[in-house]
């Protein structure tokens, strides 16, 4: 039973030769220096929920997004450890992935997985080309941590279905083309899974209506988004229809797994390595080694985890213990830096202190969004077999 | 795991359940010498010694789940000393196998002035050190007397010199200083895995039988949250080990793959055992219960062959050095091996 969380001594004497794809990394640097050249990234001030279309269609000629997906859908079949190359160092670098970072890591593939042909060649070349954004459509006012309270539904009608209901903390979905919206299209019963769906849901039509939520940053990345009886072609459910609670676990999974839950802030960890270059401070030493180890390990659980999903192995439990220990790290390490540094943390500051200013005020979402930690626990306490 | 791993475990694991399944048995005089005869007559002790010298010529991945099964057994005997005697010549390798001769941590860095090391028996005649020198590579030996010798926190048996004291004996020795040390740490971090595994089944089982207030433990949400943070540390650590063993096997250079596995083995440590502690209740905290064998363990484990601060202080040491800047101080150290 407690063997539930392990990598070893399973892996003993199987070690995998690491490779180094120094090419890639070369290329993906190259891009990263002229686009901060050309002033598109600045370092420190921005993540991944930055939205810049210009920026990912960029990438997109460059053939960084839709990397692994089948040519016939724009993608370029290459391998996920090259994926995750490419992924590690955009994020580490700050760039401003908005535009494609969930259509490219999550909607895409549900879509590939559970999308009707019709629905799969209108949206999939569009994501590769780095032309398409898509939203989450699954918290609402009432039900966050509680998905599967969630009274959004589709009526059925002659065609598709029109949708009811409100989504709440859509990231980016002023600037979406789609959003997957977990729905009910049938109503509840006994079993609260049941009768849930996943509709791919074009945003432009009439009867949706994008209301923006300004973080304390000041920065507009959330919204709203009232669904008043807006038109869902059939062709873009995903699965049978009943099945969106397994459909929404495996969008979950999807988005759970990756190193942007613990590459969140690590500009400023840079910064202070850069900033103590030379120096002799013991503290800072101490500490910065800290992080970085801690840093260090989380990336090589990342990788184990990518490994095994490009094997078909279920790493669920594992991507749930790096997204809270991830995320957790991501929100000390500007407190760390804080203490370390005689500076001001400030978003009209110098490169470093606005770096900092973002880092601290962007800190408290990283352990909600996505799972906030303590469902996580809770997941990982059943993966441990104690509920 | 590989063949030679998967054989290796089930001689370690059939070896310890034979002779530690009855609590008795742990507390018995006898013990000691008894697991020292059977594992060099399984050949496991010999595991990292290279096959034209009798032994095994395991990988270093494959000797640590010996190290791994004897800290999920919590055994007694210091068995990463006893592993790495494997690696020295034979003479030396016979008596610290007997207890005659305590083996050293190689310091890598600034080194302090002590001398500190375990010990199989119970009054070693020396300490073994090997060294490195500008002019290569020592091993030498220095006296020991009754005053030097000192207890684990898991009451394993600790050589302690002090001061700067002369080797009655020097030699140059053909293996790698460097290595050996770091050899000391993954094995070490190995035993503490296999302890941090056994000590959160422990914990888990309690949780999931022991009721109060009309239900398991294990239905009250501080209790799962408090297990989920120590399993995944734990989890962590296996993730950092297991690349810093395959690092060593392919003699990558980058240091900061083992010192984070050494640093986070000893940081989910403290995390596992404090929280095992807290889930048994009072009674984990008494000799009534075998609790105490992993947590005493993990304790003393987690300052030796790399203590936590001196891993992190010297990787942050050496990131703040690297002027390529922090990123490709962490990802472009791998040399790519073909």
Same mark, same amino acid.
């Given at each position: 039973m407690g063997a539930a969380l392990e990598l070893f001594p399973q892996s003993a004497g199987m070690s995998v030769t690491r490779d180094r794809h120094a090419a890639l990394r070369a290329a993906v640097r190259t891009f990263v220096d002229e686009e901060i050249a050309a002033g598109t990234i600045v370092p420190g001030r921005q993540s991944w929920t930055t939205w810049d279309r210009g920026f990912s269609e960029r990438c997109a000629d460059r053939g960084f997004v839709a990397m692994t997906w089948p040519r016939e859908y #724009?993608?370029?079949?290459?391998?996920a450890e090259e994926r995750y190359v490419v992924s590690e160092e955009l994020l580490a670098a700050g760039a401003p992935l908005g535009s494609h970072w969930i259509a490219d890591r999550q909607s895409g593939p549900q879509i590939m997985r559970h999308g009707t042909d019709r629905l799969k060649r209108e949206v999939l070349p569009r994501i590769a080309a780095g032309r398409c954004t898509f939203g989450i459509g699954m918290s609402e006012p009432d039900s966050g941590s509680d998905l599967s309270s969630i009274r959004t539904r589709a009526e059925r009608v002659d065609g598709g279905y029109r949708l009811h209901g409100r989504k709440v903390w859509t990231t980016n979905a002023q600037h979406a083309e789609y959003l997957i919206v977990l729905c009910r299209t049938e109503p509840r019963g006994d079993?609260?899974?049941?009768?849930l769906s996943q509709l791919v849901v074009?945003?432009?039509?009439?009867g949706v209506s994008v209301r923006p939520l300004i973080n304390l940053a000041g920065e507009h990345e959330l919204n709203e988004v009232t669904f008043d009886g807006n038109f869902v072609p059939?062709?873009?459910?995903? #699965?049978? #229809?009943?099945?969106g609670w397994r459909l929404v676990g495996e969008e979950l999974a999807f988005e759970r797994s990756g190193p942007d839950r613990f590459l969140s802030t690590f500009g400023i960890l840079a910064a202070l390595t850069r900033i103590f270059h030379g120096t002799d401070n013991t503290h800072a030493h101490a500490e910065i080694g800290r992080l970085v180890t801690r840093l260090t390990a989380l990336r090589e659980l990342s990788l184990a985890i990518a490994d095994r999903i490009a094997r078909g192995v279920p790493a669920n439990g594992f991507a749930m213990v790096m997204k809270d220990l991830g995320t957790a790290l991501e929100q000390e390490i500007p407190d760390v830096a804080r203490k370390l540094l005689d500076m001001r943390p400030s978003a009209d500051g110098d490169a470093d202190a606005a770096t900092l200013a973002t880092a601290i005020l962007n800190a408290p979402c990283f352990s909600l969004r996505g799972g906030t930690r303590e469902v996580l626990k809770g997941i990982i306490a059943r993966e441990l077999g104690l509920r | 795991m590989n063949e030679t791993a998967r054989l290796l475990d089930d001689s370690t694991d059939r070896l310890l359940r034979d002779h530690l399944s009855d609590p008795l048995r742990r507390r018995s005089p006898g013990l000691r010498a008894a697991l020292l005869a059977e594992i060099a007559e399984a050949g496991l002790s010999l595991a990292l010694a290279p096959a034209e010298d009798g032994g095994l010529g395991a990988t270093l991945s494959e000797a640590a789940v010996i190290a791994w099964r004897w800290g999920f057994h919590a055994a007694p005997l210091p068995i990463v000393e006893i592993l790495l005697a494997g690696l020295l010549p034979a003479q030396v390798r016979e008596r610290i196998c007997d207890g005659d001769l305590a083996l050293a941590e190689t310091r890598i860095?600034?080194?302090?002035?002590r001398l500190a090391g375990a010990c199989a028996g119970h009054a070693p005649a020396g300490l073994l050190a090997v060294a490195a020198a500008p002019s290569g590579n020592t091993m030498s030996e220095y006296p020991v007397s009754a005053g030097d010798i000192r207890h684990a926190l898991s009451g394993e048996v600790q050589v302690l010199l002090t001061g700067s004291p002369d080797p009655v004996s020097a030699a140059g020795v053909a293996l790698d200083a460097h290595r050996f040390a770091v050899a000391g740490a993954l094995l070490t971090a190995a035993a503490m895995s296999g302890a941090m595994g056994r000590a959160l089944e422990i914990a888990s089982e309690h949780a999931n039988t022991r009721a109060q207030f009309g239900k398991p433990l294990a239905k009250f949400q501080a209790i799962q949250h408090m297990l989920a943070e120590a399993a995944s540390e734990h989890l962590l650590a296996q993730a950092a080990l297991a690349r810093a063993l395959s690092d060593f096997d392919e003699a990558a250079p980058h240091a900061l793959s083992w010192r984070a596995a050494k640093a986070q083995a000893g940081h989910a440590a403290t995390k596992v055992a404090a929280v095992a502690h807290q889930v048994l209740g009072a009674i984990g905290f008494t000799?009534?219960?075998?609790?105490h064998f992993y947590t005493t363990r993990l304790w003393s484990w987690r300052d030796e062959w790399g203590r936590q601060a001196v891993c992190e202080a010297q990787a942050g040491r050496d990131a703040t050095a690297d002027p390529r800047g922090l990123w490709q101080h962490m990802v472009d150290s791998e040399e790519m091996i073909r």
């Open positions: #724009g993608g370029h079949e290459r391998t079993d609260r899974y049941a009768g074009p945003m432009g039509e009439s059939a062709s873009n459910l995903l #699965g049978q #229809g009943g099945d | 860095g600034p080194s302090s002035a000799d009534e219960h075998d609790l």
